[in-house]
Every structure is written in C-alpha cells, then in structure tokens.
C-alpha cells in the first residue's frame, strides 16, 4: 500500500486531480448523520453477532470431541499464569501498630445525633477552660491566644492568666478583693498576658499594645501591689526618706487621677486587712502648687502617678527621691508623644537611671494603643529585652459606637436637637465644644430652658474647678458635662452613653478621641455630631470616611445633604471611571 500524497505533491499537481477525487467539507443535518451512523452500527452489530455464534460452535464443538480435546484447546489458546510468593516476615510489616488520625469511634458517634459532646471530645479532647493546669497542651494555649486574640514576641513569654487564682500570682486575700469586693470576676485579655510577664522573677521589662478601654490600668497596677505586698513593710519615716516604690506616669492630669483612684481602691481594701503597709498612693499633677505637692508627699508615698511635666519639677526641686523606683510604668506612651512630651519622657528616663540606686532591679513598663515610631525608638533606647504583647480585635477593645452625622447650620437649631436627644440617653452625657464662649452659652440655654443640670469644663477652669466638676458627673448630681478637648484624651468616665459634638473639632484625631468617651469596654455609645455649612471640607471627608469604615454596630449614618455639599466620594467615582 503506497503513501498518501503530501500537501506539496498535491498542490503540484493540482490541475492533474479530478474534482471528485477532493471534496470539501460538508456539514450534515440530523437526518443526515443517522444516515451515515446507521449502516455502521449495523455492520458492527452484525460482527458482533457472527463473533459470538463462532464462539458458541467452538463451545459446542469442544463439548462433543471430549474433555481431551477441549483441554488441548484450551491450553493452546490460554498461558498459565502461576500466583508469585512474597518472601517477608512479620515485622517488615509498616502497618503494625497503625493509629489513623481520624478515630475510628467518629463513624458509630456520627449515626447518633445525641452523642455530639462526646464526637467533639473524641475528636478534639476537652477544651482548654476544662482542662487543668497540668493537662494544658501547646496547642491549648495557641487556641486560648487565638480566643482572646493575643500575639506576643520576645523570646521567653509566660502564659496568660486563664483565671486570678490558678497560678497563686496574686495571693487569695488580692484575689478576694479584685473578685468580691471590686467585682472584677475575670482578667481581660490584656491583663492575662500582662501580669505573668510582668511578675516574673527576673523582672523582665515589658510593652503591651491594647486599645484605650480595655483594662489596661489594673494590667499594671496588680504587679506593683503584688510586688510590694512580697517585700517588708516601711515606717513612713522610711517612705519619706527612700520615695515611691513604683511610679506611673501618665499623658492627661484626669487619666493620672483616675489612675490614682483605682490604686486608691486596692490600697485601702488592703490597708484594712493589713494595716502595717498602710500604702499611700500620690499624684502629682498640673494645677497644684509645689506647696501642696509637698504636703502630700509629706506622709511618704508608695505609689506615685505623676503627668510628666509636673514630676520634672518635682524632681529637679527635690521633693522626693527616686532611688529607691522598682517600678516604673510609661502610661498611654502613644499619646504622651502625640501631646508633646517626647522630650520630657526622655528626661524624665535618664534622670531616673542616673539616681537610682537599684537599676539593676527597676522594671520598666509601657502600654501604648499604637506602636509609633517615636514609641518603638523610646521602647528600643529604654527598655531592656522586653517581652511584647498584643491583643487586637476583642469584643471588650473593640469600641461600639454607633456615629451619626447630622447637617444643622446654627447653634439655636443645634440646640433643640439636643432637647430632643435628652430624653433618648440615659446620663451620663458629654457635649463638646470648641470655644470656651458656646459652653457658656450652652449652659445658660440648659438652665433657661431646661430642668437638666450641667457642669462645665475647659482650659480657663482651675484645677480644683475642673476635678470638681468630674466629680459631679461621675457621682450622678449632674447629667450633661460641656467640655473642650481637654477631656477628649485620656478621660474614663464610666457609662457615658451619648457624646455629642455641638462644633466639629480643628483636628480630626480629636474627633476620634471625642467619640471614643463613650462605648468603652464592651460597652455600646451613640455620637452624635452636628456639621454646618462653612466646615474645613477636609475633616468632614476624614469623618465621612471614618464613620464608613469604623461601624461595628452596623447603624451609623451620615447626612445626604453633607455628601452633596461637600462633594463626598466624588473623587472616588472618578477614579473608578478612569
């Protein structure tokens, strides 16, 4: 049989080939292709069947001639093929002993829909919270961290706290008193990383990063009370002359006095069932005299919570001494470095490495809610291999507000809107202001025209004024506190459920701070701010992108009318048609 032509010979010899010997493609109809399918299936068919009728003859045929015959046939037309002998012991057997990751009991559990605890148990074992302290696995402690959303790094890290009293840390007469008569019934996230790491033997230093809110207070307080409650008790003779013990430093004179209230707390519980400590607790803040400062610390101090201006002043008029610090704990270091006081926090560090007489045993700790770069360059400079933490994304972190921005061009407009808003929230209720004249103003119109009482507090307010005032809020005499961004950083008033902000603030990060005075600690808040015609357009775009895209509780709202005016996501849309 000779071979087909190649596409060369045939387009040589093109005008030598018949038409009918080429024929071009052609598409067939249905009726068509069945046409030429049919013949061949039948064809087929018919092969088939002569196959198995020969076969059957043969059959027939090998059935007549005998059983010789057949086997004649048979082992002409079949090979013989013999079965092949492993040559092997037991123990080349890699299967002995086999334990297949998938319990074999899960099937049997599986068909009986009653037995879900026990398929989970079978399968995963006991959750972390049942288990022991013993019995704890790597991946338990993984799966503990992934639940409150803790990371750490540095080394050597403790374990977090799954309780007060597991790992007798605190002590049960401490343990009793945060639980029974403080009423704190668990650790939160950041003080379960913090306070193992923070009481180790070897004093390691340490920097936690958790958000404003989220219990970062007791975090340092409960080592520093632990560690002196380990140490013998000192005359305040001895207290006036050696100093504090532990010093905190904090960025706002209102968050330093609110630290000092809460150590006042476990102090005097304490003080009671042991009075031969009889802890004193100090802060030194803005506002007061060095007179007064001095008779404070005039009965020796153990704890002292200072702004960091304030204790340069103290320190370099030689009030106390500092050389006998164990503890040193930098506060809201984000925002100490946010309002200014980068430079004075380094002073502050190299004094107190110059005078102490105990470096070697001084701890240093610092908490922050971001890690800037001026904190990271503090935390790399001062502290000595510290142990990391974070802890991100907790429902007690996570701050539930719910923003509504609203378009009311004058202050009278404003105002009604308040009166319609009193009746909604419960007080406590923050109203923020920009100018010291609208709080006036605001307070005269709620005495005129309402029965609700006010307190207010700004810049041109004395100290005692200002303290003043936050007491009444907090002891419930007043419902509304009208105040200036001196308060919107670093100020806990607990349970505030509305904050409203009458004028919109010169600074965005003032927005945030404002907003986030309410909706602390798991805790849901509504903000409400009223923007008017003539606002920079930059900050209402940055509020219009914040209430987008911070809104855990899904309700937010931001005026229309503002979107139009201010031409808001329309640089976007453009964007995206290019």
Same mark, same amino acid.
């Given at each position: 049989?000779?071979?087909?032509?190649?596409?060369?010979?045939?387009?040589?010899?093109?005008?030598?080939?018949?038409?009918?010997?080429?024929?071009?493609?052609?598409?067939?109809?249905?009726? =068509?292709?069945?046409?030429?399918?049919?013949?061949?299936?039948?064809?087929?068919?018919?092969?088939?069947?002569?196959?198995?009728?020969?076969?059957?003859?043969?059959?027939?045929?090998?059935?007549?001639?005998?059983?010789?015959?057949?086997?004649?046939?048979?082992?002409?037309?079949?090979?013989?093929?013999?079965?092949?002998?492993?040559?092997?012991?037991?123990?080349?057997?890699?299967?002995?002993?086999?334990?297949?990751?998938?319990?074999?009991?899960?099937?049997?559990?599986?068909?009986?829909?009653?037995?879900?605890?026990?398929?989970?148990?079978?399968?995963?074992?006991?959750?972390?919270?049942?288990?022991?302290?013993?019995?704890?696995?790597?991946?338990?402690?993984?799966?503990?961290?992934?639940?409150?959303?803790?990371?750490?790094?540095?080394?050597?890290?403790?374990?977090?706290?799954?309780?007060?009293? =597991?790992?007798?840390?605190?002590?049960?007469?401490?343990?009793?008193?945060?639980?029974?008569?403080?009423?704190?019934?668990?650790?939160?996230?950041?003080?379960?990383?913090?306070?193992?790491?923070?009481?180790?033997?070897?004093?390691?230093?340490?920097?936690?990063?958790?958000?404003?809110?989220?219990?970062?207070?007791?975090?340092?307080?409960?080592?520093?009370?632990?560690?002196?409650?380990?140490?013998?008790?000192?005359?305040?003779?001895?207290?006036?002359?050696?100093?504090?013990?532990?010093?905190?430093?904090?960025?706002?004179?209102?968050?330093?006095?609110?630290?000092?209230?809460?150590?006042?707390?476990?102090?005097?519980?304490?003080?009671?069932?042991?009075?031969?400590?009889?802890?004193?607790?100090?802060?030194?803040?803005?506002?007061?005299?060095?007179?007064?400062?001095?008779?404070?610390?005039?009965?020796?101090?153990?704890?002292?919570?200072?702004?960091?201006?304030?204790?340069?002043?103290?320190?370099?008029?030689?009030?106390?001494?500092?050389?006998?610090?164990?503890?040193?704990?930098?506060?809201?270091?984000?925002?100490?470095?946010?309002?200014?006081? =980068?430079?004075?926090?380094?002073?502050?560090?190299?004094?107190?490495?110059?005078?102490?007489?105990?470096?070697?045993?001084?701890?240093?700790?610092?908490?922050?809610?971001?890690?800037?770069?001026?904190?990271?360059?503090?935390?790399?400079?001062?502290?000595?291999?510290?142990?990391?933490?974070?802890?991100?994304?907790?429902?007690?972190?996570?701050?539930?507000?719910?923003?509504?921005?609203?378009?009311?061009?004058?202050?009278?407009?404003?105002?009604?809107?308040?009166?319609?808003?009193?009746?909604?929230?419960?007080?406590?209720?923050?109203?923020?202001?920009?100018?010291?004249?609208?709080?006036?103003?605001?307070?005269?119109?709620?005495?005129?025209?309402?029965?609700?009482?006010?307190?207010?507090?700004?810049?041109?307010?004395?100290?005692?004024?200002?303290?003043?005032?936050?007491?009444?809020?907090?002891?419930?005499?007043?419902?509304?506190?009208?105040?200036?961004?001196?308060?919107?950083?670093?100020?806990?008033?607990?349970?505030?459920?509305?904050?409203?902000?009458?004028?919109?603030?010169?600074?965005?990060?003032?927005?945030?701070?404002?907003?986030?005075?309410?909706?602390?600690?798991?805790?849901?808040?509504?903000?409400?701010?009223?923007?008017?015609?003539?606002?920079?357009?930059?900050?209402?775009?940055?509020?219009?992108?914040?209430?987008?895209?911070?809104?855990?509780?899904?309700?937010?709202?931001?005026?229309?009318?503002?979107?139009?005016?201010?031409?808001?996501?329309?640089?976007?849309?453009?964007?995206?048609?290019?």
């Amino acid at each position: 049989m000779s071979r087909p032509p190649s596409l060369s010979e045939l387009l040589r010899s093109k005008s030598k080939i018949k038409n009918n010997d080429l024929l071009r493609p052609k598409f067939l109809s249905k009726s =068509e292709r069945q046409k030429v399918i049919k013949p061949s299936i039948t064809a087929q068919s018919q092969r088939n069947s002569r196959s198995q009728l020969g076969m059957r003859k043969l059959s027939e045929s090998n059935e007549e001639e005998g059983p010789q015959n057949a086997s004649d046939h048979v082992k002409s037309t079949v090979v013989k093929r013999t079965k092949f002998a492993f040559d092997w012991s037991e123990d080349s057997d890699t299967l002995a002993g086999y334990q297949p990751i998938v319990n074999p009991q899960l099937s049997s559990l599986l068909q009986n829909e009653q037995h879900n605890s026990s398929l989970e148990l079978a399968y995963m074992g006991k959750p972390w919270r049942e288990k022991t302290w013993e019995e704890m696995t790597d991946r338990d402690w993984r799966i503990l961290k992934e639940e409150f959303e803790i990371t750490t790094k540095g080394g050597s890290i403790e374990n977090p706290l799954r309780n007060w009293h =597991e790992l007798g840390l605190l002590g049960k007469e401490l343990e009793n008193i945060l639980v029974k008569r403080l009423g704190y019934k668990e650790p939160t996230p950041i003080q379960r990383i913090a306070i193992p790491n923070i009481c180790r033997k070897d004093k390691r230093d340490f920097l936690g990063i958790a958000s404003t809110g989220s219990g970062k207070t007791l975090a340092f307080l409960i080592p520093i009370l632990t560690r002196m409650n380990n140490s013998q008790p000192r005359p305040i003779a001895v207290k006036t002359l050696e100093g504090p013990k532990a010093i905190v430093l904090a960025p706002t004179r209102e968050l330093a006095q609110q630290i000092q209230q809460e150590a006042k707390k476990m102090v005097d519980c304490w003080n009671v069932q042991h009075p031969q400590h009889s802890y004193q607790v100090v802060s030194i803040v803005g506002g007061h005299s060095l007179e007064e400062i001095t008779l404070g610390l005039s009965n020796g101090t153990d704890i002292l919570v200072a702004t960091p201006g304030r204790l340069i002043d103290s320190l370099e008029s030689h009030l106390f001494s500092a050389r006998q610090v164990e503890m040193l704990v930098l506060d809201e270091a984000d925002k100490m470095i946010d309002l200014g006081f =980068e430079e004075q926090l380094t002073k502050i560090l190299n004094i107190l490495e110059a005078s102490s007489e105990v470096i070697t045993r001084r701890q240093t700790i610092m908490f922050t809610a971001t890690m800037s770069p001026s904190v990271e360059r503090i935390a790399n400079g001062y502290l000595h291999k510290p142990a990391y933490a974070t802890v991100t994304g907790t429902e007690a972190s996570v701050p539930q507000i719910r923003q509504i921005i609203c378009h009311i061009s004058t202050d009278e407009q404003r105002f009604q809107k308040i009166k319609g808003l009193l009746s909604e929230y419960s007080a406590p209720i923050i109203v923020f202001i920009t100018y010291k004249k609208t709080a006036d103003w605001l307070a005269q119109k709620f005495y005129q025209e309402t029965s609700v009482k006010v307190t207010v507090l700004h810049g041109s307010k004395s100290q005692e004024q200002r303290e003043h005032s936050l007491q009444l809020l907090r002891t419930g005499k007043v419902q509304v506190l009208i105040a200036s961004n001196v308060a919107a950083r670093g100020l806990d008033i607990p349970n505030v459920s509305l904050v409203l902000n009458f004028q919109v603030p010169k600074q965005f990060e003032d927005y945030i701070h404002r907003i986030g005075r309410t909706g602390r600690a798991g805790s849901k808040g509504t903000a409400v701010s009223f923007l008017g015609d003539d606002e920079n357009p930059e900050i209402v775009e940055a509020i219009w992108k914040y209430s987008r895209d911070n809104n855990p509780t899904n309700s937010n709202e931001f005026d229309y009318s503002l979107k139009t005016l201010y031409k808001l996501g329309k640089n976007e849309m453009n964007e995206i048609i290019l």
